[in-house]
């Protein structure tokens, strides 16, 4: 059966499932050069047929993400809310939308507030005549009639798609199925407690339910946990840009000195806590914007950082320890937007009573597009007598568009780079790693493209992991970080041990845990770790998983006893990562970056800046 996997929210994103394998997923955000795009994946869906060799006509079944509770998804896309709402756009949201509703019980229209921010190229001319001419009755409607809009919408692009081939599927289940078939416990047959939480889906925000004997079953589920709501807020209170920048939240916090990070804990204490698989309030705020503004003035904001991540992380290892002993299931996959905070899951990780913890690769709403075809897959074979064990879990993420040769040659050619480069056909790992060992920062873009938020080696910036000034360099030249975040290695599978304190032998293939470093971990790549605590967020690699991208990594230990290399994504500050080797050649001809390598064709600027 052919499965096409659709997220038509924010951030879209498609997948397709053939012969029971993910094959093909990519977000849409890397062919439009526009971070998040919210819409309809378009260009993804014809990628995914094109490297599923499928007609849209042989899409056995059209999986679409979310049993869909409101017209908003279509509203937050006419928006480009993700891509295009600055900081003052959501304090405006918080002031004169939220406001207005919560506190003086006024009707306020969303669309109404942001009407200057509407952009109906967004969806084609007839699904705008739809939506906007019948707008109040949408805002009304239940479930079916949002099904029937968004497929209305999906045939406004392939009409040939027969309506009963379009299904829907909830969300936090298939959050659920997208963390286990992401892990290796369905290879290992072993019982799995999964998961999920974030800030809102299909009227839930949490779900605990396992995997056992082949059977999958939901154990429990919660709708009031906000912890995803108040760091959302918090975020947009420390002038940051809601769910975009609550990594930078978590990453500031630990530079908290301990008096402000307990004055602020000591706020966010009051409201909320757990209680067995649930969650108590003790005070229920009204809104998680103004209610904590007005408390949390005067107090550091660095402090404010790290009392809502001690908070978040109290309360989210709670719940979780508690559904362990309470299941008695000992290994867990956690999933959903709030399993991105990779601090809170170093501590669920390394927990006492806990035999394995598994985190898949970008975690939150993106990856929908895959665990909808896992989910609508599962079914399929329930419903039909069939295997589970068919449904092939993922062996990586390298599932986006591919490197070509020819189109490197062309690149070469249309951009002159012979007159300012020098240019190597054919490079080997171990020329790569003496560049890296010499100072050279290195853009790699191989291979097919990874799915999700992290580089995992085919669309990363490569740099000496022992060089604190690569650091300033790597920001200088192209990532225009802000000063307190950590970049994150690549490491080893012969260093893991020797490099990260992991007492739990836990496997994070996709840069979504943290741990903290041992001694040899923090001398031998210091500018791969967070200075302030010393943790780290590793890409733990296997020579299988990605074989020259090991070998770089191999050949860069055989020369300096490091087995390590500094990876941050490869992208220009404010875009998406990079898709193609037009887009390398673009960065590297916009920055000061000093070298690209494109499959095995190594390209490094002649003159290079080194004064920062
Ligand atoms: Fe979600």
């Not at 004169?96 to 669309?111: G, H, I, S």
């Not at 409201?271 to 408390?295: H, L, S, T």
């Not at 040769?405 to 062309?410: A, H, L, M, Q």
Request: hydrophobic share 40%.
């Amino acid at each position: 059966m052919n499965i096409l996997g659709l997220n038509i929210e924010e951030d879209c994103s498609a997948a397709i499932m053939a012969n029971n394998a993910v094959i093909a997923a990519c977000s849409e955000e890397r062919f439009r050069r526009q971070k998040c795009y919210s819409g309809f994946p378009l260009q993804s869906i014809e990628f995914c047929l094109k490297r599923a060799g499928l007609a849209i006509e042989e899409i056995d079944l059209v999986a679409v993400c979310d049993l869909g509770t409101t017209h908003m998804d279509i509203v937050f896309s006419y928006l480009q809310r993700r891509s295009r709402f600055t900081v003052n756009d959501y304090v405006r949201e918080a002031h004169d939308f939220w406001y207005p509703r919560l506190y003086e019980n006024k009707d306020v229209e969303y669309l109404d507030v942001f009407k200057d921010k509407i952009d109906t190229s967004v969806f084609p001319e007839e699904f705008n005549k739809e939506f906007f001419s019948n707008y109040s009755l949408y805002k009304k409607s239940n479930v079916n009639d949002i099904q029937n809009l968004k497929k209305l919408l999906i045939r406004s692009y392939f009409p040939q798609i027969p309506l009963e081939k379009i299904k829907f599927f909830p969300h936090h289940q298939i959050h659920g199925f997208y963390g286990y078939f992401s892990s290796y416990f369905p290879l290992n047959g072993q019982d799995v407690l999964i998961v999920t939480a974030d800030s809102w889906g299909d009227n839930e925000n949490g779900m605990i339910a396992k995997f056992q004997n082949g059977n999958y079953e939901i154990l429990h589920t919660v709708d009031n946990h906000n912890l995803g709501r108040v760091f959302r807020n918090m975020t947009l209170f420390l002038g940051m840009k809601p769910y975009e920048h609550e990594y930078k939240v978590m990453g500031l916090a630990p530079y908290a000195p301990e008096y402000s990070a307990k004055a602020a804990y000591k706020i966010f204490d009051q409201i909320m806590d757990v209680d067995g698989i649930n969650f108590i309030y003790k005070v229920k705020p009204r809104d998680y914007y103004f209610w904590f503004k007005q408390r949390l003035e005067g107090i550091r904001f660095d402090g404010v950082a790290a009392g809502v991540q001690n908070y978040f992380e109290d309360r989210i290892v709670k719940w979780i320890s508690n559904a362990v002993k309470k299941f008695n299931i000992h290994r867990v996959c956690f999933s959903g937007g709030l399993a991105m905070n990779i601090k809170a899951n170093m501590i669920m990780g390394q927990m006492e009573g806990i035999k394995d913890f598994f985190v898949a690769a970008s975690p939150d709403d993106n990856s929908n597009c895959i665990g909808v075809c896992f989910l609508a897959m599962y079914r399929h074979l329930q419903e039909n007598l069939g295997d589970w064990k068919s449904i092939q879990p993922l062996k990586d993420m390298y599932l986006g568009p591919q490197v070509e040769d020819s189109e490197i040659k062309k690149i070469i050619d249309d951009y002159e780079l012979e007159k300012i480069c020098d240019i190597k056909i054919n490079a080997q790992p171990d020329f790569i790693a003496q560049r890296l060992s010499q100072g050279i920062v290195v853009g790699r873009c191989a291979g097919n493209m990874e799915f999700g938020a992290r580089a995992l080696g085919n669309r990363s910036i490569l740099s000496d992991p022992r060089n604190i000034a690569a650091v300033n360099r790597i920001n200088r030249i192209i990532k225009k970080r802000d000063f307190w975040m950590p970049f994150a290695p690549v490491i080893l599978d012969t260093y893991w041990d020797k490099y990260l304190l992991n007492n739990n032998k836990l496997y994070s293939p996709y840069m979504t845990i943290g741990f903290k470093t041992s001694s040899a971990g923090a001398k031998d790549m210091p500018a791969a770790i967070h200075s302030a605590d010393k943790t780290t967020r590793p890409q733990m690699l296997r020579r299988e998983t990605n074989p020259y991208y090991y070998d770089i990594v191999s050949e860069f230990e055989k020369i300096t006893g490091v087995g390590a290399i500094l990876n941050t994504s490869f992208n220009l500050h404010g875009y998406p990562i990079i898709l193609n080797a037009k887009d390398a050649a673009d960065v590297l001809i916009q920055t000061d970056l000093d070298s690209i390598l494109l499959n095995n064709t190594y390209i490094e600027k002649k003159q290079k800046v080194f004064d920062y």
